[in-house]
């Protein structure tokens, strides 16, 4: 055989086990991270732009090899309120198909409740935790998000923020500017910036950032509009209702200039309707406007003494949640505030909207959350 053919067969044999090495390493490789999500029914209540931002994270932990993590969502309370941020956080873990748990404290007390939940975090840390979201029910809290931190274990706060302590990253209501939205929303329907508004809100900034920060949102905007603000510092003792249903009363007979516009920054927003009612109020009256879902501001919203409501997205506050601590962990932190800078109010705080609810739009709403699978 000549050495001409002996050198074309060795050239062959080389080229095809190459090729059989190529099709081997194709055939063997690990299969990257595959995620599908439960799919949302358009509506025009749908966050668009935030659904977006979690495809895009999507897609990009899809390029990545599974990881085996043990995420969890440390609450509050896991009923009312609460309820949707725990079916969002539980639907992600589902999603990822990752080992999640929620958890949150079940003492009568607000003391013991804030204890409680030190001790839970201080039993993660000691059980391999790779990512931990925390809604803080105070700031005793941060040392043991700083503990997590220092571990290499990233934290996100839900609803309410540390923003002194180690952690990662806020997501959330951004108050001032939700706030903001429903002044807008009750200028809007005012109309002319003449007369006197009733906010029921928050007066007190050292005592409660969130809450005053979102009064002042709207106060700024009403005043901005022309209008002269009376604010009412919300009374949440146990006859904290009947006392400031009794002043806002009062105020909407004796106020000058007139009350045309009531705002409640939070959930009991039906203490506004209760004393427009007191005072013999109508809807043509009053434009009443609040926050929130509850029953009695819903019946309020069907009778057309309430005319809009703004509702927190705790669903996504819940669903973000899993999503962001795995991508922390797989994609890194710069990458991870990179897919989400379309909603970041600044470099650490991740701003879930809220939803603008007209009176003639409840049931549409109601469509919405059963989508969601909040209904009820």
């Known amino acids: ?17 190459l090729a059989g090495l190529a099709c081997s390493s194709t055939d063997d490789a690990a299969p990257k991270k595959t995620i599908t999500r439960v799919e949302i029914p358009d509506s025009d209540f749908k966050p668009v732009e935030l659904e977006s931002t979690v495809d895009t994270l999507v897609h990009e932990i899809g390029k990545t090899d599974p990881q085996p993590l043990q ?38 007390t607000e003391e013991a409740s804030r204890n409680r939940q030190v001790e839970i975090l201080q039993e993660r840390e000691g059980a391999g935790y790779d990512g931990l979201g925390l809604a803080p029910l105070a700031d005793i809290l941060s040392p043991e998000i700083d503990n997590f931190a220092d571990a290499g274990t990233p934290v996100v706060t839900i609803d309410s923020d ?43 900034e050292p005592t409660w950032p969130d809450g005053y920060n979102r009064t002042q949102g709207a106060k700024d905007v ?112 710069a990458r991870t505030l990179d897919i989400l800078a379309p909603e970041m109010v600044d470099e650490s705080r991740f701003n879930a909207g809220i939803d603008v609810v007209r009176a003639d739009q409840v049931d549409e709403y109601n469509a919405f959350l059963d989508s969601l699978g909040i209904g009820g």
């Open 71 to 108: 995420l969890g969502v440390v609450l509050k309370e896991l009923t009312g309120y609460w309820e949707p941020v725990k079916v969002g956080a539980n639907r992600a873990f589902g999603e990822l198909g990752v080992s999640g748990v929620v958890l949150a404290p079940s003492e009568e």
């Open 162 to 204: 540390l923003p002194g302590s180690k952690r990662t990253l806020y997501v959330g209501t951004i108050n001032y500017e939700a706030g903001h939205t429903a002044g807008q929303t009750l200028s809007n329907m005012l109309g002319t910036g003449a007369g006197g508004v009733i906010i029921l809100g928050h007066d007190d």
């Open 1 to 17: 055989m000549s050495r001409k053919l002996v050198h074309c067969m060795h050239l062959v044999s080389l080229g095809l086990g």
């Open 222 to 333: 009403l005043e901005a509009a022309g209008y002269t603000v009376t604010v009412r510092k919300t009374n949440w003792a146990t006859e904290g209702e009947a006392q400031d249903v009794d002043y806002m009363t009062d105020a909407l007979t004796t106020l000058d200039p007139p009350v045309v516009g009531m705002l409640s920054m939070f959930s009991p927003t039906f203490r506004c309707a209760r004393a427009a009612e007191a005072a013999g109020l109508t809807g043509d009256d009053v434009t009443i406007v609040g926050f929130d879902f509850e029953p009695e501001t819903l019946t309020y919203m069907q009778s057309g003494l309430i005319k809009a409501t703004h509702a927190q997205r705790q669903y996504y506050f819940g669903y973000m949640v899993p999503y962001v601590l795995y991508s922390l962990k797989v994609l890194g932190p």
